[in-house]
C-alpha cells in the first residue's frame, strides 16, 4: 500500500486504527467526518482483526457527498468523498455489504519468517526515485487503450462503480491480467454474514417446508412444550442454534422474536446459494417463505 501510494501521491497515505466493541459505527461516523474535514484523501486502515464492515463506511464508499454534524457542535456539514481507503491485516474477512465495496489483494510470502527475507531493492528508496517513470509506464497504459478503442471495458462492471470498472478494470484486463472484480468472488464465499443466512435458509426451508411461515410461528415451534413430531431428529436444535447466532434473545428458545423480524425484513429478497426469503404480505402480519431463486 505504501508503494501504491508513493507512485500516485507522491507520498504514504494517513494511517489509522480500526475502532472495536460498542458504539464501533458511530466511532467510525465521527472518524470518517473528522478526515474528510481534514482533506485526507488516502486511508489506510491499519492491522484489521475483526471483519470489515460498517454501515458507515457502506455508506461513504457509495456516496460523493458525505453528511454529518460536526462533533460538540450543532452544525452540520457537507464534505465531497474523495477518499482512497484500503485496509491491512493477516486472514482478513469482509463482511455483508462491504462485499461488493472492496477488492482483495493477497500476498503469500510462502515462509515461516517474512519479515527477514531479502529483496534485490529497498522499494522504501527505490520507488520515489522512479516514480516519474512509474507514472509514465502507468498513463501509457491508459493512452493505448483508449487508442485501441476500449475493448471490453463493458464485459465486466461492478454496480455503482460502473466508471471505475470501466477505466481501471478494463485495462487490466486488456493487458491479460486477472480482473481486480474476480477476488469478490472469494470475499462472497468466506462472508460470515452471508454463511449465516444460507444456514437460517436451511433450516427454515427444512422446517417449514413450502407453508409461510411469520415471527410468531418461529416462535411457537422453538418453545420447549412443542412437539417435533414428524421432523428429522436434531432439527429443532439446529433450527434454534442458527437463529440465535443472528437474533439471540431472551425469548422462546433464546431467541428474541423483536431481533428476528429485522432479521427476516433485513435480509428478505436477498439470494444466498440458489434460495432467497420471499416476504409474503397477503397476511395481516408479515409472512414469510424460503424459495429457489429465479435465474437471471
Known amino acids: 500500500m505504501e508503494v501504491c501510494n508513493t507512485i500516485v501521491r507522491g507520498r504514504d497515505a494517513a494511517i489509522t486504527l480500526p475502532p472495536s466493541g460498542l458504539g464501533e459505527d458511530d466511532e467510525w461516523r465521527k472518524r470518517i467526518t473528522a478526515i474528510l474535514l481534514a482533506g485526507m484523501d488516502s486511508v489506510l486502515i491499519d492491522n484489521v482483526e475483526s471483519a470489515v464492515g460498517n454501515k458507515s463506511?457502506?455508506?461513504?464508499l457509495t456516496s460523493d457527498v458525505w453528511t454529518d454534524r460536526i462533533l460538540g457542535r450543532s452544525e452540520?456539514?457537507?464534505l465531497p468523498a474523495r477518499v482512497t481507503w484500503a485496509a491491512t491485516g493477516n486472514g482478513l474477512v469482509v463482511r455483508g455489504d462491504q462485499v461488493r465495496r472492496t477488492v482483495m489483494l493477497c500476498i503469500d510470502p510462502g515462509v515461516e519468517r517474512p519479515e527477514q527475507r531479502r529483496f534485490k531493492r529497498d522499494?522504501?528508496?527505490?520507488?520515489?526515485?522512479?516514480?516519474?517513470?512509474?507514472?509514465?509506464?502507468?498513463?501509457?497504459?491508459?493512452?493505448?487503450?483508449?487508442?485501441?478503442?476500449?475493448p471490453g471495458q463493458d464485459d465486466v462492471l461492478l454496480g455503482r462503480f460502473e466508471p471505475w470498472s470501466r477505466t481501471v478494470c478494463g485495462p487490466i484486463r486488456w493487458l491479460g491480467m486477472p480482473d481486480p472484480t474476480a477476488s469478490q468472488v472469494e470475499l462472497v464465499a468466506e462472508d460470515p454474514e452471508m454463511e449465516r443466512l444460507a444456514d437460517v435458509h436451511s433450516v427454515l426451508s427444512e422446517w417449514f417446508g413450502e407453508q409461510p411461515f411469520s415471527v410468531a410461528d418461529v416462535g411457537k415451534v422453538l418453545s420447549d412444550d412443542f412437539a417435533d413430531v414428524g421432523k428429522a431428529p436434531g432439527l429443532k436444535d439446529a433450527l434454534r442454534?442458527?437463529?440465535?447466532?443472528v437474533a439471540g434473545g431472551s425469548g422462546p428458545g433464546g431467541i428474541s422474536t423483536k431481533r428476528l423480524g429485522w432479521y427476516l425484513r433485513h435480509f428478505a429478497g436477498r439470494v444466498i446459494a440458489g434460495r432467497k426469503l420471499v416476504r409474503l404480505d397477503q397476511f395481516h402480519k408479515p409472512h414469510y417463505l424460503v424459495a429457489a431463486a429465479a435465474e437471471g
Not at 528508496?125 to 497504459?141: C, E, H
Open 57 to 60: 463506511l457502506n455508506g461513504l
Open 76 to 78: 452540520t456539514v457537507s
Open 241 to 245: 442454534e442458527a437463529l440465535a447466532v
Open 123 to 150: 522499494l522504501a528508496i527505490w520507488v520515489p526515485a522512479n516514480r516519474q517513470r512509474l507514472l509514465s509506464a502507468a498513463m501509457t497504459i491508459l493512452r493505448a487503450y483508449r487508442r485501441a478503442g476500449c
